[in-house]
């Protein structure tokens, strides 16, 4: 079994829910529950494209900068 969560805010009686290409040809159940207005709306957890994920690298220390500040120009 696969799972999609989202949280949306609803405009109008219609919703249009973008599904991931694995639940093509299979059933699937959904479920519309109100939340509480006291609680704020989780961040929508952004992803990579699949064909750029986990392909970067990090050069050098995260904190300090890769090129000396004396090769700066724009401190001259």
Do not use: W, Y
């Given at each position: 079994?696969?799972?999609?969560?989202?949280?949306?805010?609803?405009?109008?009686?219609?919703?249009?829910?973008?599904?991931?290409?694995?639940?093509?040809?299979?059933?699937?159940?959904?479920?519309?529950?109100?939340?509480?207005?006291?609680?704020?709306m989780?961040?929508?957890?952004?992803?990579?494209?699949?064909?750029?994920?986990?392909?970067?690298?990090?050069?050098?220390?995260?904190?300090?900068?890769?090129v000396?500040?004396?090769?700066w120009?724009?401190?001259?």
């Open positions: 079994m696969q799972v999609e969560r989202q949280f949306v805010r609803v405009k109008q009686r219609q919703l249009v829910v973008e599904l991931p290409e694995s639940f093509i040809n299979h059933p699937v159940e959904v479920i519309a529950l109100t939340l509480d207005e006291d609680e704020p989780p961040p929508r957890r952004r992803h990579p494209h699949p064909d750029i994920g986990g392909k970067g690298r990090t050069l050098g220390d995260l904190v300090n900068p890769v000396d500040e004396a090769e120009e724009c401190l001259k």
